[in-house]
């Protein structure tokens, strides 16, 4: 991305950064699908059970996660195409409002508040001032572009978690077992969902459907 921007090959950048954003979204939405359903059994493991499981805590942050995902690649981007200007406003920004947030929520509602802030400076300033300042200022059509992003994530991460919460109730089995048996077959199951993508066809297609 950084080297397009530097030779001003404007139609390449678009293509490559319209890609990524859709891949990064999508890798994303996958890893926080799979987590969403099974990480309570992998936070009993891991604590012994001496830690209590916050169900709300560990949804705010995992969705929060794939829902600031767009904006990593809007801010490596921002990082190689000589906007340190826009990056240290956006970051200031984001300290500000998570600073406020936190204040205003931790005393009420303890480390959710917490985490509600992380996620919503994040989202608020990072993707939604950032990101889309990105989008717009790099591609020829970002609101049909975020349009997409938001349909992608939105349908990938309800996918893979009523799949995991399925295979959850399905299986009779408890501790280590259990948790290595219901994502393997999680992965199986995807893998075999994702299969068509190994054809080189089917990905061009897909390509061409993205909105530069």
């Known amino acids: ?35 969403l359903p099974f990480w309570q059994d992998f936070f009993a493991l891991w604590t012994h059970g001496a830690v209590p499981y916050d169900p709300w805590l560990a949804g705010t942050l995992l969705i929060g996660t794939a829902a600031a995902a767009p904006s990593i690649l809007a801010l490596g981007f921002a990082n190689y195409s000589n906007r340190g200007e826009l990056l240290w406003r956006t970051k200031g920004l984001q300290l500000a409002v998570f600073l406020v947030l936190s204040a205003i929520l931790i005393p009420s509602v303890g480390l959710l508040g917490a985490a509600i802030a992380v996620v919503a400076s994040e989202l608020l300033v990072q993707f939604g ?4 300042n990105i989008i717009r200022q790099t591609l020829q059509h970002p609101l049909r572009h975020i349009a997409l992003l938001s349909v992608v ?33 999680w992965l199986v199951i995807v893998l075999t969902a994702a299969s068509p993508l190994a054809f080189e066809n089917v990905r061009a297609r897909l390509t061409a459907a993205i909105p530069h």
């Open 1 to 35: 991305l950084g080297h397009d921007y530097a030779v001003g090959d404007r139609q390449r950048l678009q293509s490559l950064y319209a890609r990524g954003s859709v891949l990064v979204t999508l890798l994303a939405s996958i890893v926080v699908s799979g987590l």
């Open 129 to 132: 001032a950032l990101g889309r």
């Open 153 to 185: 994530m939105v349908a990938v991460t309800l996918a893979g978690w009523a799949l995991g919460t399925a295979i959850r109730l399905a299986l009779p089995w408890t501790g280590a077992i259990r948790f290595f048996a219901e994502c393997a077959l």
